[in-house]
């Protein structure tokens, strides 16, 4: 497993914008999906987007696609996360993972999780 450390949270007001940073331990980086997570309280984790160990494709959940973009500095060992046009219900811990490529899924113990970052969208 990896170590990751999320950063760039905070308050902002709807519409704004924001960016995350996720710093990923290791020089295997290059080897592994990224994606970031989050969690509103009262509901569980959801998925917000992911980038392939290659950088060759991304995806989007419905709620943030055209908003959000995610992106990977295999250089710097960093993914980040910009998000933009935010909106109250985008309040939430937002979390970075990893996992090897060719993974089957995010649930599983080969897939590595930060220890999330607070993101407050006021009205």
């Known amino acids: 497993q990896v170590q990751l450390v999320e950063s760039g949270g905070g308050l902002v007001q709807a519409g704004g914008s924001l960016s995350l940073s996720c710093a990923v331990s290791?020089?295997?980086?290059?080897?592994?999906?990224m994606a970031w997570f989050r969690q509103a309280p009262g509901k569980e984790r959801e998925f917000v987007a992911a980038t392939s160990w290659s950088g060759g494709s991304t995806s989007y959940a419905d709620s943030v696609k055209g908003r959000f973009t995610i992106s990977r500095d295999n250089a710097k060992n960093t993914v980040y996360l910009q998000m933009n046009s935010l909106k109250p219900e985008d309040t939430a811990v937002y979390y970075c993972a990893a996992r090897p490529r060719y993974s089957s899924s995010w649930y599983t113990s080969s897939a590595s999780w930060g220890q999330g970052t607070q993101v407050t969208v006021s009205s």
């Open positions: 290791g020089r295997a980086f290059s080897t592994y999906d």
